[in-house]
Protein backbone atom coordinates (compact mmCIF):
# COMPACT_ATOMS: atom_id res chain seq x y z
CA UNK A 1 0.00 0.00 0.00
CA UNK A 2 1.28 3.23 -1.04
CA UNK A 3 -0.44 6.83 0.28
CA UNK A 4 -1.02 10.71 0.28
CA UNK A 5 -2.64 12.88 2.79
CA UNK A 6 -4.44 15.57 1.55
CA UNK A 7 -6.50 18.77 2.52
CA UNK A 8 -10.07 19.38 1.15
CA UNK A 9 -10.30 22.42 -0.60
CA UNK A 10 -13.20 24.10 -2.88
CA UNK A 11 -16.49 22.22 -3.21
CA UNK A 12 -18.32 22.20 -6.22
CA UNK A 13 -22.18 21.38 -7.52
CA UNK A 14 -22.77 20.65 -10.75
CA UNK A 15 -26.16 20.21 -12.55
CA UNK A 16 -25.51 18.16 -16.08
CA UNK A 17 -27.79 18.54 -18.59
CA UNK A 18 -29.70 16.35 -21.15
CA UNK A 19 -27.31 15.01 -23.74
CA UNK A 20 -24.14 16.01 -21.44
CA UNK A 21 -20.98 13.35 -21.45
CA UNK A 22 -18.97 11.82 -18.73
CA UNK A 23 -16.27 11.95 -18.29
CA UNK A 24 -16.09 14.72 -21.03
CA UNK A 25 -17.94 17.37 -18.99
CA UNK A 26 -16.41 16.48 -15.69
CA UNK A 27 -12.62 16.77 -17.06
CA UNK A 28 -13.78 20.05 -18.63
CA UNK A 29 -14.87 21.58 -15.69
CA UNK A 30 -12.01 19.76 -14.17
CA UNK A 31 -9.47 21.84 -16.29
CA UNK A 32 -11.49 25.17 -16.68
CA UNK A 33 -11.29 25.33 -12.16
CA UNK A 34 -8.05 23.91 -12.22
CA UNK A 35 -8.74 20.57 -10.47
CA UNK A 36 -5.92 18.77 -9.92
CA UNK A 37 -7.45 15.91 -7.63
CA UNK A 38 -10.79 15.39 -6.25
CA UNK A 39 -13.34 13.11 -5.16
CA UNK A 40 -16.52 12.92 -7.38
CA UNK A 41 -20.26 11.93 -6.94
CA UNK A 42 -23.06 11.02 -9.08
CA UNK A 43 -26.45 10.57 -9.28
CA UNK A 44 -29.06 10.92 -12.03
CA UNK A 45 -30.54 9.31 -15.02
CA UNK A 46 -28.57 7.91 -18.12
CA UNK A 47 -29.23 7.58 -21.44
CA UNK A 48 -29.92 4.52 -23.87
CA UNK A 49 -26.41 3.18 -25.66
CA UNK A 50 -24.43 4.64 -23.00
CA UNK A 51 -20.71 2.46 -22.99
CA UNK A 52 -20.00 1.15 -19.63
CA UNK A 53 -16.51 -1.32 -18.95
CA UNK A 54 -18.03 -4.09 -17.30
CA UNK A 55 -14.76 -6.13 -16.78
CA UNK A 56 -11.72 -7.41 -18.30
CA UNK A 57 -12.12 -10.32 -20.73
CA UNK A 58 -9.68 -12.23 -18.71
CA UNK A 59 -8.43 -11.49 -15.50
CA UNK A 60 -5.10 -13.32 -15.97
CA UNK A 61 -3.90 -11.52 -19.05
CA UNK A 62 -0.90 -9.37 -18.26
CA UNK A 63 -2.55 -6.58 -20.46
CA UNK A 64 -6.55 -6.72 -19.76
CA UNK A 65 -9.33 -6.22 -22.20
CA UNK A 66 -11.80 -4.23 -21.55
CA UNK A 67 -15.47 -5.94 -21.80
CA UNK A 68 -17.49 -2.98 -22.82
CA UNK A 69 -21.41 -2.79 -22.99
CA UNK A 70 -24.20 -0.65 -23.70
CA UNK A 71 -27.03 0.38 -21.58
CA UNK A 72 -30.56 -1.00 -23.65
CA UNK A 73 -32.59 1.62 -21.94
CA UNK A 74 -32.52 4.79 -20.12
CA UNK A 75 -31.30 4.02 -16.41
CA UNK A 76 -31.25 5.75 -13.12
CA UNK A 77 -27.88 5.61 -11.65
CA UNK A 78 -25.12 6.33 -8.79
CA UNK A 79 -21.68 6.49 -8.73
CA UNK A 80 -18.39 7.47 -6.97
CA UNK A 81 -14.98 8.13 -8.37
CA UNK A 82 -11.57 10.26 -8.19
CA UNK A 83 -9.89 12.93 -10.16
CA UNK A 84 -6.44 13.35 -10.50
CA UNK A 85 -4.37 14.68 -13.68
CA UNK A 86 -2.30 12.39 -15.23
CA UNK A 87 1.23 12.88 -16.65
CA UNK A 88 0.54 15.85 -19.37
CA UNK A 89 -1.61 17.62 -16.65
CA UNK A 90 -4.73 16.84 -17.54
CA UNK A 91 -7.62 15.83 -15.65
CA UNK A 92 -8.51 12.20 -15.37
CA UNK A 93 -11.95 11.43 -14.05
CA UNK A 94 -12.19 7.14 -13.01
CA UNK A 95 -15.79 6.85 -11.87
CA UNK A 96 -18.04 3.60 -11.33
CA UNK A 97 -21.41 3.57 -11.59
CA UNK A 98 -24.50 1.69 -10.78
CA UNK A 99 -27.23 1.31 -13.62
CA UNK A 100 -30.45 0.25 -12.95
CA UNK A 101 -33.68 -0.40 -15.16
CA UNK A 102 -36.54 -2.17 -13.50
CA UNK A 103 -35.12 -4.91 -11.96
CA UNK A 104 -31.93 -5.00 -14.06
CA UNK A 105 -28.57 -3.13 -12.79
CA UNK A 106 -25.19 -2.92 -14.69
CA UNK A 107 -21.88 -1.57 -12.80
CA UNK A 108 -18.96 -0.32 -14.34
CA UNK A 109 -16.46 2.25 -15.36
CA UNK A 110 -17.75 5.16 -17.18
CA UNK A 111 -14.86 6.12 -19.17
CA UNK A 112 -16.05 4.66 -22.69
CA UNK A 113 -18.82 7.45 -22.07
CA UNK A 114 -22.34 7.56 -20.62
CA UNK A 115 -24.83 10.69 -21.89
CA UNK A 116 -26.87 12.32 -19.51
CA UNK A 117 -30.61 11.67 -19.27
CA UNK A 118 -32.25 15.37 -18.24
CA UNK A 119 -31.05 14.58 -14.42
CA UNK A 120 -27.52 14.78 -13.83
CA UNK A 121 -25.78 16.08 -10.67
CA UNK A 122 -22.12 15.63 -9.28
CA UNK A 123 -20.38 17.23 -6.21
CA UNK A 124 -16.98 17.57 -6.60
CA UNK A 125 -14.90 17.61 -3.27
CA UNK A 126 -11.10 19.14 -4.77
CA UNK A 127 -7.83 17.66 -2.28
CA UNK A 128 -5.32 20.25 -1.71
CA UNK A 129 -1.53 19.64 -0.94
CA UNK A 130 -1.01 15.80 -2.30
CA UNK A 131 1.27 14.33 -4.68
CA UNK A 132 -1.13 12.02 -6.29
CA UNK A 133 -1.21 11.96 -9.98
CA UNK A 134 -2.16 8.94 -13.08
CA UNK A 135 0.14 7.25 -14.49
CA UNK A 136 0.72 4.92 -17.21
CA UNK A 137 1.57 1.41 -15.69
CA UNK A 138 3.77 -0.42 -18.54
CA UNK A 139 2.45 -3.92 -17.04
CA UNK A 140 -0.80 -3.35 -17.75
CA UNK A 141 -1.35 -0.22 -19.87
CA UNK A 142 -3.63 1.39 -16.86
CA UNK A 143 -3.67 4.99 -16.06
CA UNK A 144 -2.82 4.12 -12.43
CA UNK A 145 -2.79 6.43 -9.12
CA UNK A 146 1.09 7.56 -8.22
CA UNK A 147 1.70 8.52 -5.19
Known sequence: MKYSEANL?????????????????????AKANQIKSAIVFFLGGV?????VV??????????PVPMITSLF???EAVGVGTLFTNEEKSP??????AFGRNKE??????????????????????LKNTSAQRKIDPGTGFELLDL
Open 9 to 29: GRIFILRLEHGDKIPDTIEGF
Open 47 to 51: DKDSK
Open 54 to 63: VGPEDGTSPK
Open 73 to 75: GVS
Open 92 to 97: KLHLHS
Open 105 to 126: TVTGCTREGITIWHIGEVVILE
